[in-house]
Structure formats: structure tokens, C-alpha cells
């Protein structure tokens, strides 16, 4: 919503300031789709020549999620908290009966009360595959928070792809802006002839693409993938609040310790609240 918002008012100052100012709108949109082909186009090819196929997969996803916000709310963060909690209440109780939960989640008991959490199959594999080594007396903490480090390590270099490729590409968009420029500055050269009333609109049609790529790369793309990166890292966060529980239940600390150290873990605007999982908690304790 807010970056929808956000398009809306850097346009409106945009254009709205350079109309106010006595600027005349005729020749920026007399040049623009020309413009936009040559810088546009160039901007898009070089995507598809700088990256592989999973990033460009990704793209339009990645975009969508940048407007979409981050995927992990409150709620979630409370869920998965008290997932992991009947997890680790599990394996120490009586860690035969973990298998059928880590081994099968879509037909767990535990697993299915979340199904937003299910859903995700990189939860569900984190927490399963190391729930399933630590079963296998795959048990030191040290090694498990390691492992852990890395495989988190490599999903975040995953995630980042589609960021830095943006990025990439806000960075060359004046450049490419320059180019149309030149094209345009080439264009007025070969009508010198003309009256000086023509080629002032010519060269500024030429301006336009110096414009059309700064502004594209600063009041658009850029902001978009920055913010791509921030709802990237914020998802991230979510698999380090599960790191945080797992570690803490190897080394062998009261299962409601465990979740106390992931809610800690949990950034501050979508951390609940010590009372509201204490309650959550004593409702799971009794149901059982």
C-alpha cells in the first residue's frame, strides 16, 4: 500500500513541480515512448544478459513481495514459537514419537494446527532435518549452530539475488539514460539546419532520456529494490528466531526457556508479547 503511495506522490511532485514551474509536458511525452523503448529496453536486456534463469524466475515474485510487505506477522512469529515448543515437548517425552511428526508434518497433528507455517517448505525442512540429526545423537550444539549458520548463510545469499539485481540495474539506468541522450544530441546534429525553435525541441527531446534514466534509477527502481532487500531480511529473521530455539534445546535448557530465547530473538515490531505466549503456551499445555 505504502509503496503504491509512494509512486503516486513521486510522480505527482515530479511532473506536478516541473508543470508549475512553466514547464511544458508536450515535450516529455512527445519523446517518452521513444525514450523509454531505447533506455527501457536496453535496461531489460541487459537483466536477461547479466542473470541466470532462477533469478529471473524469482523476479517477478520478488517485486510483488516488495509491495506485499514481509511475509511473517505477529501472529506467525507466536506460531511458530508454540510449534517448536510441542516439538522439543515431544522429543524429550519421548523422542520415538518425534519421528512421526518430523518425518510426515503434512499428516502431524502438531504441523497441521499451522498451516501457514506447513505451507512453507523451508520452515518445515529446517526445523524437521534438524530435529531429525539431533535424533540420530547428531547432538552438539556447536556443530548444529554451525550448520545451521550456514545453511541460513546460503538462503540469505538466495533471497539477496533478485535485490542486488535490481540494484544492478538502477545503478546502470543513467548510463543507459546518457546513451538516448547522445542518440538525441546525434539526431539534432544531423538537422542543424533547421530553425533554432526546432532544434531547441530536439535537444530537448535528447534531455528527456537523461532525465527518464535518473529518474527511473533513483525514484523507482533503487526504492524498489532497497525495499525488496528490507522485506527480504525481515522474512529472514523469522528462520533465526527457529535457529535460536533449535540451539537452545540442544543444550538442554526447559523447553519454555527454549521459546523464551526465540521470542527474544523476534525483531521488536512483531514480537509478542511475554504474557500473550505464556497464555498461548498454558492453552497448549492443557489441551494436551
Not at 91 to 117: D, G, M
Not at 136 to 148: A, F, G, M, R, T
Not at 171 to 186: K, S
Not at 231 to 251: E, N, T
Request: proline share 5%; with cysteine.
Amino acid at each position: 500500500m505504502f509503496g503504491i503511495v509512494g509512486i503516486v506522490v513521486t510522480f505527482a511532485m515530479v511532473f506536478g513541480g516541473y508543470t508549475l514551474a512553466g514547464g511544458k509536458m508536450g515535450v516529455i511525452t512527445h519523446s517518452l515512448p521513444f525514450e523509454m523503448m531505447m533506455i527501457g529496453g536496453a535496461a531489460i536486456g541487459s537483466y536477461l544478459l547479466t542473470n541466470d534463469g532462477h533469478t529471473l524466475k524469482q523476479t517477478p515474485g520478488g517485486i510483488i513481495r516488495a509491495f506485499k510487505g514481509p511475509q511473517w506477522k505477529e501472529s506467525d512469529h507466536q506460531d511458530v514459537l508454540c510449534l517448536m515448543f510441542q516439538l522439543l515437548k515431544v522429543a524429550r517425552e519421548n523422542p520415538v514419537a518425534l519421528e512421526q511428526h518430523i518425518e510426515n508434518p503434512t499428516e502431524s497433528p502438531i504441523f497441521t494446527a499451522y498451516p501457514r507455517l506447513l505451507a512453507d517448505h523451508e520452515v518445515v525442512s529446517l526445523i524437521a532435518d534438524t530435529l531429525r540429526s539431533a535424533s540420530l545423537n547428531y547432538d552438539d550444539p556447536y556443530q548444529v549452530e554451525e550448520i545451521l549458520a550456514r545453511r541460513l548463510a546460503g538462503l540469505r545469499e538466495d533471497s539477496m539475488h533478485v535485490p542486488h539485481a535490481l540494484q544492478n540495474m538502477a545503478d546502470a539506468l543513467p548510463a543507459l539514460g546518457i546513451v538516448a541522450a547522445v542518440l538525441g544530441v546525434i539526431k539534432t546534429m544531423s538537422a542543424i539546419d533547421q530553425p533554432p525553435a526546432v532544434l531547441g525541441g530536439m535537444i530537448g527531446g535528447a534531455l528527456v532520456g537523461t532525465f527518464l534514466g535518473v529518474f527511473l534509477a533513483y525514484g523507482f527502481v533503487a526504492p524498489l529494490a532497497g525495499r525488496l532487500g528490507g522485506v527480504v531480511k525481515q522474512d529472514l529473521a523469522f528462520f533465526d528466531v527457529i535457529k535460536s530455539v533449535l540451539i537452545a534445546g540442544l543444550h538442554q535448557h526447559a523447553t519454555n526457556l527454549c521459546v523464551e530465547v526465540g521470542r527474544q530473538a523476534v525483531p521488536d515490531h512483531v514480537r509478542p508479547s511475554f504474557n500473550t505466549l505464556e497464555a498461548a503456551l498454558r492453552d497448549l499445555k492443557k489441551a494436551a
